[in-house]
Structures are given as C-alpha cells and as structure tokens.
C-alpha cells in the first residue's frame, strides 16, 4: 500500500501539483483479511499497518467500518479498533419507515486525541444523474451539501402515569362498533372505560382511592383530548380514538 501511495503521490504532483492528503479503505474487515475481527490480537496488527501507511506516506489513511447491532457499544468487532484509532467520524441518520428514508444526516466526532468530541455536522446527500453506462443504464452518484442547518427534533414527550393507565384501559376494555359521522369506530362505553381504568390504575397505586382514580382518569382524557374524543349514542356516551390505526 505504501507504494501505490507513493505511485499516486507522484501522479498528483506530475499531473495537478498537489499533494497525496487521504487514504480511503472500504471496507476495512474486507480489507484486513483477519479470520476473527474479535480477536484483539489480529485487530492491533491491522491497526498498526494502517498507522504505519500514514507515517510513511504523511495522507489520512481512512478506514470505514461499520456499527455492531448495539450502535452505542461501537464498532463491531474487537474495542482495539476505536482504541487505536487518533480520530472517529460516524455518520448517523433517523430511518423513517414510512417515507423508506432515513433522516436528519450528520457527522459527529466520536472520538479526537487533541480536539473536543461530539461535534455534529448535518449534511445533504443529494442524487445526481451521471449519464449512462456501456449498457445504456443509467448511472447515479452523490454530492454531499454541508451548506445545511440541521432541523431540531423533538422526542415524544413520556406519558404520565394517568395517560399510561388510559391507553391500557381502553385496550383492556371491551369494544362495541359503533357509528359516528358516517364511519364506524371501535368504542369504549363511558362506564366499560372507568371500569377498566380503575382496575389498572389501582395495579399501579394499591392504596389510591376511588377520589384519587376518578381525578386521574378526568386529568388524562383532558391531557389526551387530541387523540380520545366521546360522543353519545342511544343515550350511551362511548369513547374512541381519532388517531389513526386504532390509536397509540
């Protein structure tokens, strides 16, 4: 590797007048060979090839690896990986299986030796059209736009243990179909619904009383209003979701 850097190196400078700066290896476990990218031993000598091709030739040398199932635990493989390295980049998105997209791209800094970490820089990854093949398909590539502000997104906020003890209740309660506006909706009578709710609630709180539950089921049909409405059938007021699919 040292010597097709140094082929490249000579290349650039005969050619465009600059220098060599970055070695890119992708992927790195293809590359390596190891026969067991868990064992330490293995891992510390590919580590130490890729520090020594950066020594000797002054370029970034660039290994992509990717994420084990636990993304907090790491890269996959043996720890000598990220313990060895001078500099971690990871880039991180939100998978939006709806849209089939993933979201909010950035790059953060996971790791530096002589900078702050944690750093995040968003970016764009846009597809561009780059005519077509020997076969006549068509061909595409990618153009990363870091001109971007990254959009804040907020968490979902955590229900309170009255909200909680709703949405068990009416999942526990028995449903009627029932017609409202010209649709049918699966609903929950008023009296099924305070039934239930106090059966649960009372599995949280043994000692709350019947004051105490009643105030915390009027608390979180009041906090919920936007995703539990009620309406009066046949002199029966019954309870459903207007989220869709049936509710949270």
Known sequence: MVAKARE??????????VDLVLIGIDTMSAAAGWDNENDAAQV???MNHLADI???????VLAVDHFGKDISAGT????VKEASADVIFATLGERDEEANAVLDLRLKVRKERSAPEGTQYPFEARTVDMGRDTDGLPLTSRVINWNVERLKREKPKKRTLAQTTLVEAFAQAQKAKVGMNGTEVGAVSED????????????????????AISAARMRALKEMEREITHGTIGGVVYWWWVVPKGGP
């Open 44 to 46: 510390q000598i590919v």
């Open 54 to 60: 950066s020594k000797a030739t002054g370029a970034f």
């Open 192 to 211: 099924d619904l305070r039934e239930a709710f106090k059966e649960r609630y009372q599995q949280y709180k043994p000692d709350a009383n019947r004051f």
């Open 76 to 79: 996959r493989g043996s720890v």
């Open 8 to 17: 490249a190196q000579e290349y650039f400078q005969n050619e465009f007048g």
